[in-house]
């Protein structure tokens, strides 16, 4: 192969010159005749797979937004399920507080009732044990009252006509 190029670039015959840019038209022709014949298939194949693998990809795309869509759509329903349920939860809490609210109102109502109602029954049960300390006092003084005048105004003979009166009284002759 060497001779035939040393002979086309000695000679200035017919030979195939590769210096693109001091090549003449015919060369270049030539050159791209044979790249688009043998090319033309590569060239060919490499687009459409290159053609088919967008395509793929443009599908896979589109069904991965697709199902985000749908995904989306679900989780929206999600939380507006979600929302409803705080709201209930919510609600029923509110009313649980009130009603709790309300038994300890009531509680401490009746505990207050029964507080007074206690204290007073100590204070009567407290006035009743000074009035009946009173009277103690007031029957224990008047008997020391009474005695202490009876002393002072009976002698020995009123003494004894008392005496013989209250037996007189009760049933005996004396």
Same mark, same amino acid.
């Given at each position: 192969?060497?001779? /035939?190029?040393?002979?086309? @670039?000695?000679?200035? +015959? /017919?030979?195939?010159? /590769? %210096? ?6 015919? %060369?270049?022709?030539? =050159? =791209?005749?044979?790249?688009?014949? /043998? +090319?033309? +298939?590569?060239?060919? $194949? ?5 053609? !088919? %693998? ?11 937004? #697709?199902? !985000? ?6 989780? #929206?329903?999600?939380?507006?399920? !979600? ?17 709790? $609210? ?18 007073? #029954? ?7 044990? !000074? =009035?009946? *300390?009173?009277? @103690? ?6 008997? *020391? ?6 002393? *002072? ?5 009123? #003494?004894? $006509? ?9 049933? +005996?002759?004396?």
């Amino acid at each position: 192969m060497e001779t /035939f190029l040393w002979l086309a @670039t000695e000679e200035k +015959g /017919f030979g195939l010159h /590769f %210096n693109l840019l001091e090549s003449n038209i015919v %060369n270049l022709a030539i =050159i =791209i005749s044979v790249l688009v014949y /043998f +090319g033309r +298939g590569i060239l060919t $194949k490499a687009l459409g797979e290159r053609r !088919a %693998n967008i395509e793929t990809s443009i599908k896979e795309v589109e069904q991965r937004a #697709q199902a !985000a869509k749908v995904a989306l759509s679900d989780a #929206q329903q999600q939380l507006t399920q !979600a929302q409803a349920e705080a709201g209930r939860i919510r609600s029923e809490a509110q009313e649980r507080a009130k009603s709790a $609210k309300e038994a300890v109102m009531a509680q401490s109502e009746q505990e207050i009732e029964r507080m007074k109602a206690s204290a007073s #029954q100590d204070l009567n049960a407290d006035r009743e044990r !000074a =009035i009946a *300390e009173l009277r @103690t006092r007031v029957t224990a003084m008047a008997i *020391e009252s009474a005695e202490a005048q009876l002393k *002072e105004r009976m002698d020995r003979s009123a #003494q004894e $006509k008392s005496i013989d009166r209250s037996i007189a009284l009760l049933g +005996g002759k004396g």
